[in-house]
């Protein structure tokens, strides 16, 4: 099982807004927790990518930065979001994600500075 390949098929779902690949990359009863807010499952996460794509949001990732352990990836990169308006704004994010011993996502935390994406989302 390689994590590096597990991470980046996980932000290709991500970018090509493929709710089913992403839902069948995590356990039944993962968690999910993006900065402070509460700690939701992986419907919680789809939820907010759907609210991208609803809105007309593209995401692209950049400067990848991984580092791959045992049983998790902490990741850093620089996510773009742009509307389709064409106005768009980024910011480092980093996601730290653990993996069950079949290579399945239990637990996925992300910490971004949302005050980046104010002016566009709000």
């Known amino acids: 099982m390689d994590l590096d390949v597990l991470t980046a098929e996980l932000f290709q779902h991500f970018t090509n807004q493929d709710f089913h690949g992403v839902r069948e990359m995590f356990t039944p009863?993962?968690?999910v927790k993006q900065n402070g807010n509460p700690e939701h499952g992986v419907?919680?996460?789809i939820t907010m990518i759907k609210g991208l794509q609803r809105d007309g949001v593209r995401v692209e990732y950049s400067n990848v930065r991984r580092s791959v352990g045992d049983h998790f990836v902490v990741e850093q990169h620089?996510?773009?979001l742009t509307r389709a308006d064409g106005v768009s704004a980024a910011c480092d994010v980093c996601f730290v994600v653990c993996?069950?011993?079949s290579g399945l996502i239990s637990r996925l935390d992300?910490?971004?500075d949302t005050a980046a994406f104010a002016s566009l989302l709000g």
Request: net charge negative.
């Open 29 to 31: 009863d993962a968690k």
């Open 110 to 112: 992300e910490y971004v």
């Open 43 to 45: 419907e919680g996460l």
């Open 78 to 80: 620089i996510v773009r």
């Open 99 to 101: 993996f069950d011993p």
